[in-house]
Structure formats: C-alpha cells, structure tokens
C-alpha cells in the first residue's frame, strides 16, 4: 500500500504541473480567467497532497502551525483589502512568496548540514547543483523579500516616490552584485565547517535582504510597473532555484511559468514608456537634471465643473483618460457616474488606457472593473489612439506623463519616444488636476498650456461629482 | 548528479519556453490578474517549505520551516483569493452590485 503510493507521487506531481499550465493558460482570456483561477489552485492543492504523502507518517506540527496561521492571515487580507489597495497587496503577498524561498533553503543547509554538525561544504553535502542552487535560493528570495517590501512601503505613500540622496546607486549596487555572488560561492564551495556554513549563509542572506532595499529605494512611483513585474518573475526564479535544490520538477516548473510570465510583463511596461529595464533600474530621470528647467506655465486656462457641463451637454463623444490620481482620489465609482449619465444623454464613451498607467500593469482595467465599467468600454492604446480625432471632449483625470505631448514633439525630453494617448487630436480637452505640478518624471507638461486645453483644478472625486451634479441639473 | 541537474535544468528552459508561449498574447485588461495569479503559482515553495519542516522538534531547521510555510501559505491562499475577487469583478458586471 505504501509503496502504491510512493509511486503515485511522481504522478501527482505531473498532474499538478500540467494543471499549473493549463490554469496559467486560462487566465489569458476573459472568459476563462476565473477558471484558470481555479485550476491553479487545484494544481497547488494537488502538489501539496502529494507532497504529504510522499513525507508519510511524521510529526505535523510544524507543519499545521504554518499552514494554520499562513492560511488565515493570507485569507483575511485578500478578503478585507480595498481594491484601490490592490497594488500594495499584490507586492505584499509578493515577499511573502520571495521570503519562503530564502527561507527554505536556509532550513535545508541547517537540516543537512548545521544541525548534524556534518563536515563539508554545501557543494559536498548536497551536490554542486544543490549547493549553487541554494545560494541562489537564498540570494533572489531575499531580494524578493525585501523588494517587495520597500515598494509595497512606496505604493501606501509611507516611503517618499523619490528619494535623491542615493546619487551613488549604481557604484553600491554593482559592489553589492559582486559581494553577494563572492560570499556565495564561498559559501557552497569554500565554508567546509557547519558554523562557517551557518554564518555565510546568513550573512548571504543579510547581503540579499539590503541588496532587495538598495535596488528598489530610489526607483520612482512612476517606475512601479516595471518594478512590481520584475519582482513577480523574481520570486519565480527564487521558486525555481528552490526546486533544483530539492531535485523537484512541480518547483522549477512552476518557478519558470511565473519567471517567464512576470519577464513577459516586464518587458510590456518597459515597452509601454519606451525604455529598457537597466534604464528603469541605473538610471532615473532625475540625473538628467532637467527638473529644474523650465517648468514655467504662462498660458493655462482654468475652467470649473460648470463650464465643462456645458461643453459636455453637447457632446457626442467622450473618451476618459484615467491615471494614477484617479486611484489616489477613489474616484473610479464617480467617473463611471458621470459615464452614465452622458451615455443616457447619447453620447459615446470609451475609457483610453495607457500600459503604464497607474502603479502596477492593468492597475487601471482592475480599478474600473470594480466600478463595474464594462470592459469593453476600455480600450488600449493602439485601438484608441485614432479615435481621439473623432472625439468631441477627452476629459483626463489624473494622468499626466502618459499624455505629455513632449514625447513626440521634445527631443531634449527625457520622456522622448515614449508612447502616449493622443489627447491633442481631440476637440476639447478637459485635465482635472489638484495642481500644475509636474507627474513623476519632473517635467513640463505642454498639454497644460495646448489651446484646447482647460484644466480643473481640485481632487478628481469631488470635480466629477459636482460635473454630475451640474448635468443632472441641465437636464 | 550532473544528470539530475541536467534533467533539471531541461524542465527549466522547456518551461519557461511554455510560460513564454502561453502568455505573450495576454490582453492588457488582465495583466493585474495574471501577475497576482503567477504570484500565488510561486507560492508552489510551499512543497519545499514541508520537507523543511518535518521535524517534531524544536530546532533552527523546523522552526525556519514553520516560517517558510507560513509565508508561502500566505502568498498561496491570499493570492489566489484575491485574484479570484478581482476576476469576479471583471464578468460579474451584470447584477453582482
């Protein structure tokens, strides 16, 4: 009976990495998301079933302990987080899963090696492969770990977007890679005692930890795309060098599933500013120094809810340009208000969605889904783009950068060649905006002073409350 | 060993070629989705997190286990629950609120 199951082990195993793939697969399409959703979970399910068997009869506390208090706080926080909060969670649950990694292969060098008190170095004990692995383990966990931390502390606004005293980044954070990649070879190659075995693979681990700080510090709000994606795959890759550890295939298949899936999205926010990843991680606009050119506006009009309900009366054709302040303001059930309203007077209304607007990919699809904005009301760049020309009034709420003429026009501007929504096209053009104050990248925004332009200064939510408020009061 | 490895390593590349595959054509609607349920798919540590916390008793192993388990059952459940809640927004427009 017990050899029955080891047997079955392997096979469970494979069935759970097919379903790891199929799940992966159905959460590409709409329809099937949900599903794919589900299918994920049943692979994780499995895996973990057959992972007791194949442990069979031994003590479990431990084992409850975590799982108990693990499943309960994980619940208790996807249930109760506001979708506005989403991106925190999401970098949150991020580290926890980046933190696991580091923290299993440092239990493996103790159970094999610390605790038995065996002579030899990692590479001896547990195989070179093994070894490598779980310095590698330990390193990417970490980094993910505290990665994660640091940019969930940014996205809740405890953690300055931009900090500018870390001039030096670049010199640390290539002394750093070269540190930790030294220490650990040391380690599973060089410590031959359980106690220098111990002390490297913390102080691998310490080097990790900073390093996961040092690399995500002074990355700007802006850049939270690119960087939440990044960890994502990261904390694949930590998985997967988890499972060449444990010689486990369900680990290093899924670990690569979601290295490659999170490398994917990586590589569409970068796309999406038109810059590379090294770009987004050694270099910030900041250097460049044009922050504090000019950043002068002689010729706005400010325009009020009331003027703009006039114009909107009118309209026959709105698009939506919604951004970061969007979030900030919660404004998502407000604008989708004032969406109804002008689709119940006739008017067309789309929502024009930048890849890289808002904190974290698809931050605004998730943000208007919750305010149950059909979505096929949202439409991406591509498709949108040309219909700006037949637009009557594009009202921008929020965004700033990502419709920041400069881009095409300024070849001196840091956000040159970035691609962005062609608000200009349109007839009028209505920004509301607390200030005139630069978006993340610290420049000029032309679109302020374009003579189509007016904007409405105050918080997103109470400006699209009151433009309801007046067009009800014009019907 | 350098055939466990290699074997390993086979799996690695051949399933990143297949993630790659699979989710080049994502539609930019469910990018937060996808990355929060790639999130809760690296939670899969969780299987390494139980060999490591076998032991009954008290020691630095199992204890550092106990943590790793926690931590990956936290990526795990809440992951994959809140993408759930997140997709159920995206098709349950009709009638849910």
Same mark, same amino acid.
């Given at each position: 009976?017990?050899?029955?199951?080891?047997?079955?082990?392997?096979?469970?195993?494979?069935?759970?990495?097919?379903?790891?793939?199929?799940?992966?697969?159905?959460?590409?399409?709409?329809? !099937?998301?949900?599903?794919?959703?589900?299918?994920?979970?049943?692979?994780?399910?499995?895996?973990?079933?057959? &992972?007791?068997?194949?442990?069979?009869?031994?003590?479990?506390?431990?084992?409850?302990?975590?799982?108990?208090?693990?499943?309960?706080?994980?619940?208790?926080?996807? #249930?109760?987080?506001?979708?506005?909060?989403?991106?925190?969670?999401?970098?949150?649950?991020?580290?926890?899963?980046?933190?696991? +990694?580091?923290?299993?292969? #440092?239990?493996?060098? /103790?159970?094999?090696?610390?605790?038995?008190?065996?002579?030899?170095?990692?590479?001896?004990? #547990?195989?070179?492969?093994?070894?490598?692995?779980?310095?590698?383990?330990?390193?990417?966990?970490?980094?993910?770990?505290?990665?994660?931390?640091?940019?969930?502390?940014?996205?809740?606004?405890?953690?300055?977007?931009?900090?500018?005293?870390?001039?030096?980044?670049?010199?640390?954070?290539?002394?750093?890679?070269?540190?930790?990649?030294?220490? $650990?070879?040391?380690? &599973?190659?060089?410590?031959?005692?359980?106690?220098?075995?111990?002390? /490297?693979?913390?102080?691998?681990?310490?080097?990790?930890?900073?390093?996961?700080?040092?690399?995500?510090?002074?990355?700007?709000? $802006?850049?939270?795309?690119?960087?939440?994606?990044?960890?994502?795959?990261?904390?694949?890759?930590?998985?997967?060098?988890?499972?060449?550890?444990?010689?486990?295939?369900?680990?290093?298949? +899924?670990?690569?599933?979601?290295?490659?899936?999170?490398?994917?999205?990586?590589?569409?926010?970068?796309?999406?500013?038109?810059? &590379?990843?090294?770009?987004?991680?050694?270099?910030?606009?900041?250097?460049?120094?044009?922050?504090?050119?000019?950043?002068?506006?002689?010729?706005?009009?400010?325009?009020?809810?009331?003027?703009?309900? #006039?114009?909107?009366?009118?309209?026959?054709?709105?698009?939506?340009?919604?951004?970061?302040?969007?979030?900030?303001?919660?404004?998502?059930?407000?604008?989708?208000?004032?969406?109804?309203?002008?689709?119940?007077?006739?008017?067309?209304?789309?929502?024009?969605?930048?890849?890289?607007?808002?904190?974290?990919?698809?931050?605004?699809?998730?943000?208007?889904?919750?305010?149950?904005?059909?979505?096929?009301?949202?439409?991406?760049?591509?498709?949108?783009?040309?219909?700006?020309?037949?637009?009557?009034?594009?009202?921008?709420?929020?965004?700033?950068?990502?419709?920041?003429?400069?881009?095409?026009?300024?070849?001196? +501007?840091?956000?040159?060649?970035?691609?962005?929504?062609?608000?200009?096209? !349109?007839? +009028?053009?209505?920004?509301?905006?607390? !200030?005139?104050?630069?978006?993340?990248?610290?420049?000029?925004?032309?679109?302020?002073?374009?003579?189509? &332009?007016?904007?409405?200064?105050?918080?997103?939510?109470?400006?699209?409350?009151?433009?309801?408020?007046?067009?009800?009061?014009?019907? | 060993?350098?055939?466990?490895?290699?074997?390993?390593?086979?799996?690695?590349?051949?399933?990143?070629?297949?993630?790659?595959?699979?989710?080049?054509?994502?539609?930019?609607?469910?990018?937060?989705?996808?990355?929060?349920?790639?999130?809760?798919?690296?939670?899969?540590?969780?299987?390494?997190?139980?060999?490591?916390?076998?032991?009954?008793?008290?020691?630095?192993?199992?204890?550092?286990?106990?943590?790793?388990?926690?931590?990956?059952?936290?990526?795990?459940?809440?992951?994959?629950?809140?993408?759930?809640?997140?997709?159920?927004?995206?098709?349950?427009?009709?009638?849910?609120?």
């Amino acid at each position: 009976m017990n050899e029955l199951l080891a047997q079955l082990v392997p096979v469970l195993y494979l069935l759970s990495a097919v379903l790891f793939i199929l799940g992966l697969k159905g959460l590409t399409k709409v329809r !099937s998301a949900r599903r794919g959703n589900a299918i994920a979970a049943l692979a994780m399910l499995i895996a973990v079933v057959a &992972t007791l068997v194949d442990l069979g009869a031994i003590d479990y506390r431990w084992i409850l302990i975590g799982l108990v208090v693990g499943g309960a706080i994980g619940a208790v926080a996807a #249930l109760k987080v506001e979708m506005t909060a989403m991106p925190e969670m999401v970098a949150l649950f991020n580290g926890s899963g980046g933190a696991a +990694s580091a923290l299993v292969a #440092l239990a493996i060098l /103790w159970f094999d090696i610390v605790e038995p008190g065996t002579a030899g170095t990692p590479a001896e004990v #547990l195989g070179g492969s093994n070894g490598l692995t779980a310095f590698l383990s330990i390193l990417i966990g970490g980094v993910t770990f505290t990665g994660s931390v640091v940019a969930y502390l940014k996205l809740s606004g405890s953690l300055r977007g931009r900090p500018g005293w870390l001039a030096a980044r670049n010199l640390i954070n290539s002394s750093a890679s070269v540190v930790a990649v030294g220490v $650990g070879l040391y380690l &599973t190659y060089g410590a031959g005692e359980p106690a220098s075995v111990a002390l /490297w693979a913390l102080v691998l681990a310490a080097i990790g930890l900073v390093f996961g700080v040092l690399l995500v510090l002074p990355i700007g709000g $802006g850049d939270m795309p690119v960087v939440i994606s990044l960890l994502n795959s990261l904390s694949g890759v930590a998985a997967a060098a988890t499972g060449f550890v444990l010689d486990n295939n369900v680990l290093i298949i +899924s670990g690569a599933l979601v290295g490659a899936s999170g490398l994917i999205l990586t590589q569409i926010m970068c796309r999406g500013m038109n810059r &590379t990843l090294g770009h987004v991680l050694f270099a910030d606009f900041g250097d460049e120094d044009l922050t504090g050119g000019d950043t002068e506006y002689t010729n706005v009009r400010s325009s009020s809810a009331e003027e703009a309900a #006039l114009v909107l009366e009118d309209a026959e054709s709105v698009i939506f340009v919604p951004g970061y302040g969007l979030a900030v303001a919660q404004a998502q059930h407000t604008v989708r208000e004032l969406a109804d309203l002008l689709i119940a007077r006739g008017a067309s209304v789309n929502y024009a969605i930048h890849p890289v607007a808002g904190r974290m990919p698809g931050h605004m699809n998730v943000l208007l889904a919750e305010a149950d904005v059909p979505y096929e009301q949202l439409k991406e760049m591509d498709r949108v783009n040309p219909d700006f020309k037949t637009t009557d009034v594009a009202i921008v709420v929020g965004a700033n950068d990502v419709v920041n003429p400069a881009a095409e026009t300024t070849p001196a +501007s840091p956000i040159y060649g970035m691609p962005i929504l062609k608000v200009t096209d !349109s007839r +009028s053009i209505f920004m509301i905006k607390r !200030s005139l104050s630069p978006g993340y990248a610290g420049i000029k925004n032309e679109l302020f002073e374009h003579p189509h &332009t007016r904007m409405i200064f105050g918080d997103a939510k109470q400006v699209l409350q009151e433009l309801v408020d007046e067009l009800k009061g014009l019907a | 060993m350098m055939g466990v490895l290699l074997i390993g390593l086979y799996v690695f590349v051949l399933a990143i070629f297949v993630g790659v595959e699979i989710i080049t054509k994502i539609p930019p609607t469910l990018h937060t989705p996808l990355m929060s349920g790639a999130n809760a798919i690296s939670g899969i540590t969780l299987v390494g997190a139980l060999y490591a916390a076998q032991q009954g008793e008290v020691r630095v192993s199992s204890i550092l286990g106990a943590f790793a388990i926690a931590c990956a059952t936290i990526n795990v459940v809440g992951g994959f629950l809140v993408t759930d809640r997140m997709l159920g927004m995206f098709g349950g427009r009709k009638g849910k609120r």
